[in-house]
């Protein structure tokens, strides 16, 4: 819907940017905006985890020799409330347009409340992809995780296994040798996808064994996960592989249902924006790893966070007609 650019009057409950995600990209978003004293909101859910809060070593990003992704997002977060950054609990569930005072706002919903705003900032972040083979479901929880840093420290002593050949399977296959007995990484190639010098760091391990060219075809146990059926891709012989853990890491999907209707999704729904963050639709913008883009880190997540706040400033600016620069 085209808006009327003449200078819009809003009421004071009315946010200028409401932020949805509160990791990398959209703490980012929120700290730009709220410098630039835009009434902001940024509603953060505790449901889901975000990528960065899951990582136990951060070590590229720029300035910072070593941190974790807790204590990264605790400070970034502390400088954006300094600035003046609302911040609001609760799980998005839908946006849509709405007139106010003959305004076309945003209105955003979720766990019961609802918000009014000018512009919005998905930076929602992604979710975990499933194996999707039998007991995934049924062993998560009981030995089956996506997240070692929540989960790694129950399987002290005890055999794990790693699904996937990524950075964050081999990060986190290096992070789970500080509990496991043996940490076996399953890809399904011959060669990881991870960068080479945490190839280098799981290599040297000598906790790290691999399973390559196989893939989890079963997960078996009692109450509990006792063990793995492996498939090798060349060969398609089976293997039963004992382990009291199952942590899968083969990457994410966008976290976009709430946007489903609203914005242009790709294929795999992640959302397409250009360049200035801006979507398909006029007054939305997305930043972080709920686009899609070709590097996802936390570095370019907070980039996009600082251009999205950037041009939703802009926007914002113009529709209550006062002159940008
Ligand atoms: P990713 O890079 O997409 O890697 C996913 C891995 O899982 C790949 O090795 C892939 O195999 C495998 N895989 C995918 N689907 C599978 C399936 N159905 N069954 C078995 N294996 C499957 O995901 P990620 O490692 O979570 O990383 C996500 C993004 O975050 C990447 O851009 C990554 O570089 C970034 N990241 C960066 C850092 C860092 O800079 N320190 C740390 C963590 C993540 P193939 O290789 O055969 O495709």
Known sequence: MQQNRSKVNMPGDVYDIVIIGGGPAGLTAGLYAARSKMKT??????????QATMTDLIENYPGIEKTNGFDLITKVKGQAVSFGLECAQGTVTGIGRHSRDGVSVWKISGDGK????????AASGAYPRKIGVPGEKEFTGKGVSYCATCDGAFFRGKDILVVGGGNTAVEEALYLTKFGK???????????RASGVVQERAFASDKIDFAWNSVVEEIRGGEKVESV????????????????GVFVFIGWNANT???EGVVELDEKGAVLADDEMKTSSEGVFAAGDCRRKVLNQIVTACGDGAVAAY???????????????
Do not use: P, W
Request: net charge negative; charged share 25%.
């Open 41 to 50: 909101l940024m509603i953060e859910s505790f449901s889901v985890m975000g």
């Open 114 to 121: 609802e918000y009014e705003t000018l512009s919005v900032i």
């Open 182 to 192: 043996k940490v076996t990484v399953v890809h399904r190639r011959d060669r990881l």
């Open 229 to 244: 059926l492996l498939r090798n891709v060349k060969t398609d012989g089976m293997t039963e592989l004992a382990c009291d």
């Open 257 to 259: 249902g709430f946007l």
């Open 311 to 325: 041009s939703a400033e802009q926007y914002v600016q113009e529709l209550k007609g006062i002159a940008y620069h």
